[in-house]
């Protein structure tokens, strides 16, 4: 597809439980970003990926969340034991950013997967 | 750290006229960017406009203009001829130039534009 897709679309889950949200990038973007939204609230960043670097994991609220983005291309977010204050929308974004020249990318978004913890 | 603040949850305006949101940052840097962007009932965020803050000049796409004072550190977004697909949520936003904090943006709380027919 032309934009970035993010499944699943909706996702309710028992408090306790794991859960995995998925993002495809635009092909070719070497990076990738989560955030978080939550109810009423801007977005709040997680997690960065560049190309092959480490990953800038300096917004990820808590050890229950992970990330992994694996060939350069899909991620995963990963939410452990999920709690109810978890329970936002989980926004991917990609773009072309270019190592070392600053943050001059464009972000484009994908829709997001809601996330309701009860 | 950086913080980004928009001071009016709502707003609404008449088909065809104009309205102004506004936002206000605080920041000790003096390379940025600053961004609109509309986030519809689908969710997907999408980019409104950006500006450089090393530009003077406000930034435009058609119907859309900014007024950026950098010493006030303000940042208002006017939407001319307004349209009944304009109605969205409305998230300033800031970025770094440089730097680690360059990896992520820093977003207001938003406004929610309703555009009455």
């Known amino acids: 597809g032309a934009g970035v897709s993010q499944s699943p679309s909706n996702k309710v889950t028992e408090k306790g439980k794991d859960v995995e949200l998925r993002c495809d990038p635009i092909?070719?973007?070497?990076?990738l970003y989560w955030y978080r939204q939550s109810l009423g609230q801007g977005l709040e960043f997680l997690i960065y990926?560049?190309?092959?670097?480490?990953?800038?994991k300096s917004g990820l609220p808590s050890d229950r969340f992970s990330a992994e983005r694996t060939g350069g291309s899909v991620s995963t977010l990963t939410i452990q034991r999920t709690q109810q204050e978890d329970s936002a929308v989980y926004l991917c974004?990609?773009?072309?950013?270019?190592?070392?020249?600053?943050?001059?990318?464009?972000?484009?978004f994908g829709p997001g997967t809601r996330l309701t913890v009860l | 750290a950086q913080t980004v603040t928009q001071s009016q949850p709502e707003m609404s305006v008449q088909e065809a006229e104009t309205v102004t949101l506004s936002c206000t940052y605080d920041?000790?840097?003096?390379?940025?960017?600053l961004f609109w962007y509309k986030q519809p009932p689908s969710r997907q965020m999408i980019l409104v406009i950006r500006?450089?803050?090393?530009?003077?000049q406000n930034a435009t796409e058609n119907r859309f203009s900014v007024n950026f004072q950098k010493a006030a550190k303000s940042f208002s977004l006017k939407i001319s001829d307004s349209q009944l697909g304009d109605a969205a949520m409305y998230f300033c936003?800031?970025?770094?130039?440089?730097?680690?904090?360059?990896?992520?943006?820093?977003f207001g709380t938003g406004t929610s534009l309703t555009v009455i027919p």
């Open positions: 974004a990609s773009s072309l950013r270019v190592p070392g020249q600053g943050a001059t990318d464009t972000q484009y």
């Open positions: 092909s070719g973007h070497t990076a």
């Open positions: 990926f560049q190309g092959n670097s480490a990953p800038d």
């Open positions: 920041t000790s840097e003096s390379d940025y960017y």
């Open positions: 500006q450089e803050a090393y530009k003077q």
């Open positions: 936003a800031y970025r770094s130039l440089y730097g680690i904090t360059g990896n992520q943006f820093y």
